[in-house]
């Protein structure tokens, strides 16, 4: 369950229901949830809380998916799996899969994005963005040279605003995902002790089994 309170239709403002009647239709996503795309709903009854914050989060959507975009949607979806996948949010990067595929994504680069480095399906532009979106996730924004020079050789500079833009702004989805535990990203945490067996929470020293003797 998400680690905030879901908006119930009763008490949703006038924003949320519209949201609510467009991907719910006359369900309450809260005792019914459920959407198109085989997720609990739970990003919208929670971001539902604050009406503003929601109306916010839908027009960056809308922003990103507008026909006014240089960079185009193939371009935009191949970073954003990217982006979730790195983020680590199971959510991001499933639905975005599908609006890859919806942009023209091959299945077999859609496949090879988790490893594409290693990959021979991507060409030099597709390489250039996903480059580029490796180091805004992992440098936290610090593009090398060199690969912001291999952006640049197939985007212009609008693309690249717009670019790093999206990628920001998933990243930041990716992360309120999981600290919120909404949709696909509520998982328990996975590094956790595993007792030694028949020890239980027992000090062992591990350092001194293992040292060469």
């Not at 959507?61 to 935009?76: D, E, G, I, K």
Request: glycine share 6%.
């Amino acid at each position: 369950m998400p680690r905030l309170r879901q908006v119930p239709r009763a008490e949703a403002s006038p924003e949320a229901l519209a949201a609510y009647q467009r991907l719910f239709g006359d369900r309450d996503p809260v005792s019914e949830p459920g959407t198109a795309t085989g997720t609990p709903g739970n990003w919208w009854t929670v971001f539902a809380l604050v009406p503003d914050v929601l109306v916010h989060a839908q027009d960056g959507f809308a922003l990103l998916n507008s026909r006014r975009r240089a960079l185009t949607p193939y371009q935009r979806e191949l970073a954003l799996v990217r982006t979730g996948y790195l983020g680590q949010s199971q959510f991001v990067y499933s639905q975005h899969c599908k609006a890859a595929r919806a942009a023209g994504i091959p299945e077999a680069k859609l496949a090879a994005i988790p490893a594409w480095s290693t990959a021979e399906v991507f060409d030099a532009a597709d390489r250039a963005i996903l480059a580029a979106t490796d180091e805004l996730v992992l440098q936290d924004g610090r593009i090398h040279d060199a690969a912001f020079a291999a952006l640049r050789d197939v985007l212009s500079d609008e693309a690249i605003l717009e670019l790093v833009y999206a990628v920001g702004t998933y990243r930041m989805h990716a992360m309120i995902c999981r600290a919120l535990r909404l949709e696909y990203d509520d998982v328990d945490e996975r590094i956790v002790e595993v007792p030694a067996p028949g020890q239980g929470s027992a000090a062992v020293d591990v350092m001194g089994q293992i040292q060469r003797q």
